[in-house]
């Protein structure tokens, strides 16, 4: 049995992270974000993708250490 | 078509990064594969949230969610349906009435339950379609996810075909049920946080929820069928009649098609979904896992959003949306073309990743329940039964298993060539499987509340229910079919305004002649089985075991009430 709450954590942090820091570099190119109503969704959707993934390992840390 | 979708490096990475995980999953769970039970059953050691993740997720395959967000397009809201009415009653009556009996029986199997209750003959015909079945539905969903990948973004088809199975392979070969299990637990949370960018940026897109309902009003009541401008936008307040929704069916062909006999074939039945609760860690979790898999599953229609826009977006030449494929509409291509639209760089490799976690999903999920349906329902049964070495037996087992799986995908690219080859075998299959559920629910739902039912009561159910799909089939199809694959092809005798109430109202016959025989001939033959065999089996000759010692949030009745509460709420509020 493996916890599947830590891959899960640590694949969203990743990819999280991935995007977020995309998202800061792309933050002023215009052109890049014509398609997405100019919204910087990289850096949206790397946020609460990174934060998913903590939460998910955090929660893993818990429930551990109560055993 | 397959200009701009350029991927950026960004792209490839989100993908990577991905498969590294999922392969990394079976490689952390090969050592744990030591005999059979491991890898055909994942050792019964689920907790009930990753039982009930996985019981959804192996629904929301690449077919799957290509066509719901397809649906969103062509019927609106009323999709909607096909996650409430059509599933969640019947992921209760699962979990609250039926599971006790599946899993307390320590059959392995749905064919192997039916062995039990009833014998060999209804078990061997159960197993050998649903194994046929089985392989040929992966085989179709991974053609689909193939053409798909070949069409948008100009990958070559049989390599794309090729690479994606042979990942699927590498981990549920390595990993069996349990890397298949957890791998969907993962995949579920992609495909959720792949769809939403989507969902966010088309609801802002039109303008949100006021919005949307003001841009979708004049384009839908000026469609030629004349429906009310709310249509896209609601459930059930336009169907009193069928003329008035784009399902061409009237609410009583809703409730009894797709919210009795297809719900309750697909998920009381149906051993892909039962043996993610098969594998869950005790009683009270099996229970317990497609009611919590309930919750998340009502949220789903949420991701549909986009489809139900793109009916605005399509009807509005300004747009330049459109689904068109070589001229003639393609609901399927809906999602790609979404993702096309709004989708920069970064969030369009995480899209892309959800509908290849989709895929994987859907597969895996396949190949898994086949392998166990093959080496415990034939193999082990038919072809070399168990000795009395049982240590030696498992490691037999185990190697068996794992070539089934290896035949499993190969099959499945062999059915994914030949669907390239005839391409309107794909719904035709769609229509099949369902004929061989609808049958089936009738037989095990007697069987389990119904002490009486014999076992040429059952096979005699199956087989005339299968036969009333079959002729209905031939006997009717949908309004502007052009091949036989959609029906009519002994002699029309009645024409549905769409496939979709061709579908329910052929599982409403099956089902009922099932049952119908299936009573007849349970009365006219004699009951072989003595109750004490049928102890565990059935409702009326077991003893009920309250839990107890459950937390008040981990007994089955007050979750399914919870469930049947925000279903309530939720239906009444998109009425």
Same mark, same amino acid.
């Given at each position: 049995m493996i916890d599947i709450r830590i891959p899960i954590g640590l694949l969203f942090s990743i990819l999280g992270a991935l995007l977020l820091c995309y998202g800061v570099v792309t933050m002023n190119t215009q052109s890049l974000y014509q398609k997405s109503l100019g919204i910087d969704v990289n850096l949206w959707a790397g946020a609460w993708m990174l934060l998913f993934g903590l939460a998910m390992l955090a929660l893993s840390q818990k429930a551990n250490s109560q055993k | 078509m397959s200009d701009g979708f350029q991927l950026a490096w960004i792209d490839y990475a989100m993908m990577l990064v991905y498969f590294t995980f999922v392969i990394g999953i079976g490689w952390a769970l090969r050592r744990q594969m030591s005999d059979a039970t491991a890898f055909l059953e994942a050792g019964r050691s689920m907790p009930a949230w990753v039982a009930g993740i996985a019981f959804i997720s192996t629904s929301l395959g690449a077919l799957e969610v290509m066509g719901m967000i397809g649906c969103g397009a062509k019927y609106g809201m009323l999709t909607f349906h096909f996650y409430w009415i059509g599933a969640i009653p019947a992921m209760l009556f699962l979990g609250v009435f039926m599971m006790p009996f599946y899993y307390g029986s320590k059959a392995r199997s749905v064919p192997e339950y039916l062995k039990l209750r009833f014998d060999e003959k209804t078990r061997a015909l159960n197993a050998v379609l649903f194994s046929v079945m089985t392989i040929l539905v992966s085989g179709i969903s991974m053609y689909a996810i193939a053409i798909l990948t070949e069409q948008l973004l100009g990958w070559n088809f049989y390599v794309s075909l090729f690479a994606s199975a042979a990942i699927v392979l590498i981990y549920t070969y390595l990993g069996g049920l349990s890397s298949a299990i957890h791998n969907e637990v993962l995949q579920f949370f992609i495909v959720i946080a792949g769809l939403l960018p989507l969902v966010f940026l088309s609801l802002h897109d039109v303008g949100g929820w006021a919005g949307m309902k003001e841009r979708l009003g004049p384009v839908v009541s000026s469609l030629p069928e004349h429906f009310a401008a709310d249509t896209w936008l609601t459930t059930w307040r336009h169907t009193g009649r069928a003329a008035q929704n784009p399902m061409g069916i009237e609410w009583y062909g809703i409730v009894l098609g797709l919210g009795f006999v297809l719900s309750f074939g697909y998920w009381c039945t149906d051993f892909l979904v039962i043996q993610r609760a098969l594998a869950a860690r005790s009683a009270l979790a099996a229970r317990n896992t497609p009611l919590i898999a309930a919750i998340p599953k009502m949220l789903v229609p949420l991701l549909i959003i986009p489809g139900v826009i793109s009916v605005w977006l399509m009807h509005t /030449?300004?747009?330049?949306?459109s689904i068109l494929d070589r001229g003639v509409t393609n609901y399927d291509l809906t999602i790609i073309m979404l993702m096309r639209r709004y989708l920069p760089p970064g969030v369009l490799g995480l899209g892309l990743t959800a509908l290849l976690a989709s895929f994987m999903s859907g597969m895996a999920g396949n190949i898994s329940a086949f392998n166990t349906v093959w080496t415990y329902d034939l193999y082990q049964a038919y072809l070399r039964p168990p000795s009395s070495d049982a240590k030696l037996d498992q490691t037999h087992y185990l190697r068996v298993a794992r070539l089934a799986t290896v035949f499993g995908v190969l099959a499945s690219i062999c059915t994914a060539g030949v669907a390239a080859e005839f391409r309107n075998i794909t719904d035709f299959m769609q229509t099949i499987f369902s004929m061989v559920n609808a049958p089936l629910f009738a037989v095990i739902f007697l069987g389990m509340f119904w002490r009486r039912t014999t076992g040429h009561g059952a096979f005699a159910g199956l087989v005339s229910g299968l036969t009333t799909a079959v002729l209905h089939h031939g006997l009717t199809e949908p309004a502007g079919s052009v091949t036989m694959f959609k029906g009519g092809w002994l002699h029309v005798v009645h024409t549905y305004p769409v496939e979709l109430s061709q579908n329910f109202w052929c599982a409403i016959f099956s089902c009922s002649t099932s049952a119908a025989v299936a009573i007849a001939v349970s009365l006219l033959t @004699?009951? @072989?089985? /003595?109750n004490e065999e049928l102890v565990g089996l059935v409702y009326s000759l077991t003893p009920r075991t309250a839990a107890t010692n459950a937390q008040w949030y981990e007994r089955p009745a007050v979750l399914a009430l919870l469930v049947a509460v925000m279903g309530t709420v939720l239906s009444l509020a998109f009425w």
């Open positions: - | /030449p300004a747009e330049h949306f @004699r009951q @072989r089985k /003595p």
